[in-house]
């Protein structure tokens, strides 16, 4: 059973830098860094294949980026210039199955394993 355990949130001044981590046990085709605020749906922030194909939201575009050490089997978020509008929970989720398609990459409905979360708060 595949499980992903996230770390490295926190609050922050609007503009700093902040990494999230993401471990994985087992193995999978599709993971995904995703957020959610009080209120609002949760939102794929990027989604990455296997083979490290990426999609962003238009949102993290800009200022974040996705990565994977396998080695530590290990996905990682960077989040540069961070905004009061990130503040969110952070969720490293995977997909059971399916093939690829950028666009469904930023599916939330396409993630069926979670993890835990992890708060960011920025302030600004």
């Known amino acids: 059973q595949l499980q992903l355990v996230e770390s490295g949130g926190g609050s922050v001044q609007a503009g700093e830098t902040l990494r999230l981590s993401c471990a994985v046990s087992?193995?999978?085709?599709?993971i995904a860094w995703l957020r959610q605020t009080p209120g609002k749906q949760r939102e794929v922030v990027v989604g990455i294949d296997v083979i490290n194909r990426t999609n962003y939201a238009d949102s993290a575009k800009a200022r974040f980026s996705v990565f994977k050490d396998p080695a530590k089997r290990t996905l990682y978020l960077q989040m540069h210039n961070l905004k009061p509008e990130d503040t969110a929970v952070y969720y490293c989720?995977?997909?059971?199955?399916?093939?690829?398609?950028?666009?469904?990459?930023?599916?939330?409905?396409?993630?069926?394993?979670w993890g835990q979360g992890t708060q960011v708060t920025v302030s600004s």
């Open positions: 087992g193995s999978t085709l599709f």
């Open positions: 989720a995977a997909a059971s199955g399916g093939s690829w398609d950028a666009q469904s990459l930023l599916n939330p409905a396409r993630y069926d394993i």
